[in-house]
């Protein structure tokens, strides 16, 4: 069974950093996609960051040059480091990865950025 566990969040002042983390279990993804996406109260769930299994990356115009998404095959994990961060950056975010005809979704981390 596939399971994505992402850890990493809390609470943290505007301008500070936070590195989550996705550790997938059930199958290897080194020759998938990933992705972090994001969800605020009363928003829709938006993508923030994606990374091939190449290494090639992509971000929301709102996170560019705050926001690194990196993985490491061999743990099967993918990363997020948050610097810079905005109160608007509050939101559970939540790991995806692709899969064969479907994707894998974690349960999410809040992300809580204080003024």
């Known amino acids: 069974q596939v399971q994505l566990a992402e850890s990493g969040g809390g609470l943290v002042q505007a301008g500070g950093s936070l590195r989550l983390s996705c550790a997938a279990s059930?199958?290897?993804?080194?020759?998938?996609?990933m992705a972090w996406y994001r969800q605020a109260p009363g928003k829709q769930r938006e993508l923030v960051a994606a990374?091939?299994?190449?290494?090639?990356?992509n971000y929301a115009d709102s996170v560019k040059g705050r926001f690194f998404i990196s993985r490491d095959n061999a743990k099967n994990t993918v990363y997020l480091q948050m610097n810079s961060l905005k109160p608007e950056d509050t939101a559970v975010y939540v790991c995806?990865?692709?899969?064969?005809?479907?994707?894998?979704w974690g349960k999410g981390t809040l992300v809580t950025v204080s003024s």
């Open positions: 995806n990865a692709e899969g064969v005809s479907t994707y894998y």
């Open positions: 059930g199958r290897p993804f080194s020759r998938n996609a």
């Open positions: 990374i091939t299994s190449g290494g090639s990356t």
